[in-house]
């Protein structure tokens, strides 16, 4: 028999943006699927469903249920999630030995695609030279000749998935890969030509710096002033990792008399910046609204990964994607 199955998603939009018809179609082929979608608002009202569902496949917007909601899902097996951090939802199942499985890697390739490149651009310096609106970054930034992508440091914080797949799309060019990350053992470093370093090391050290890192208490505010004030001349920051793992305040002040350093922030904190920021006037800062993960059509790409590896499950394989309460604490 097919396994029972539902979507259940608070936003009930996002099931139709992220899986559509198409994708629903295929879940529909292996699964028993429950006809309305479960919210936080009706799920009181479905207790059939409820008790029997043995797979849920959901997006942004899975609800977050009290733990007599969750007690009463007694055939509950696993959680598909068609997105990235599961980590506002996923403790409470993950404790009662139910499988959680993100999208994270999915998204994350897009991150990496769009961090690679960033980092080409910045290191040609094209943000440098812009001319748009009348406005000529040319003539109001300091002169300084471009690197490009040859002989030069690079830096990336945080060894998740993103900054693996960037040090991967890094590795074949003639550049010094260097990276922190607490947790990343030395032998795994080398594999991707990149040594590890302080974070104080990097930002002094590097000529573009990349933060992956997630955002959790011990990353709160770890990326300082200091830090920021020690770049070489001409160094650029990208951030597509948290905004709130940067002292905002601190790395403002530095960018307002080093106009020889750039940021290209794609997150910030708060988010989007409050509208009285510098960041908002600052001609070597260059904000875009956290697109680099998965938008528009793209999204569907979470939804194809997810129905992937629910198909390896019901195969009896481990999938990929696979959240674990020993390393909960270090997910974004």
Not at 266 to 275: F, K, Y
Not at 309 to 330: C, H, N, S, W
Request: hydrophobic letters at 40%.
């Amino acid at each position: 028999m097919k396994p029972y199955a539902a979507f259940f998603c608070s936003n009930t939009a996002n099931i139709d943006r992220v899986y559509g018809d198409e994708r629903i179609a295929r879940i529909r082929e292996i699964c028993s699927l429950y006809p309305e979608i479960i919210t936080d608002k009706n799920y009181a009202a479905h207790p059939e469903c409820m008790e029997h569902v043995e797979v849920i496949f959901t997006t942004w917007g899975m609800p977050v249920l009290n733990e007599e909601a969750i007690n009463s899902m007694r055939s509950l097996r696993c959680i598909m999630y068609g997105a990235g951090s599961v980590k506002f939802f996923a403790k409470p199942y993950l404790e009662r030995g139910i499988t959680v499985v993100s999208a994270a890697y999915a998204n994350g390739e897009l991150v990496a695609d769009f961090t690679l490149a960033q980092i080409t651009l910045a290191a040609k310096g094209y943000f440098r030279t812009l001319k748009s609106n009348g406005y000529n970054n040319a003539e109001i930034l300091p002169r300084i000749a471009p690197k490009g992508l040859f002989d030069i440091d690079i830096g990336i914080i945080g060894a998740g998935n993103i900054g693996r797949m960037v040090l991967a799309g890094l590795a074949d060019k003639e550049c010094r890969l260097h990276v922190y990350d607490p947790f990343m053992p030395e032998i795994d470093a080398a594999e991707f030509g990149a040594d590890k370093m302080s974070l104080e090391q990097l930002f002094a050290t590097c000529d573009i710096v990349s933060n992956h890192a997630p955002n959790i208490p011990s990353t709160e505010r770890m990326l300082t002033g200091a830090m920021f004030e020690s770049m070489p001349t001409g160094a650029c920051f990208i951030n597509t990792g948290r905004g709130a793992t940067v002292c905002e305040e601190e790395m403002i002040e530095v960018l307002q008399h080093r106009r020889d350093i750039t940021a290209f922030l794609d997150v910030t904190h708060p988010e989007p910046p409050a509208p009285d920021s510098p960041l908002l006037r600052m001609p070597n800062v260059f904000l875009s609204p956290h697109i680099a993960g998965t938008i528009g059509r793209e999204v569907r790409h979470m939804a194809d990964y997810i129905i992937t590896q629910y198909r390896r499950i019901r195969a009896g394989e481990m999938p990929d994607g696979l959240v674990t309460l020993e390393k909960f604490d270090q997910l974004a």
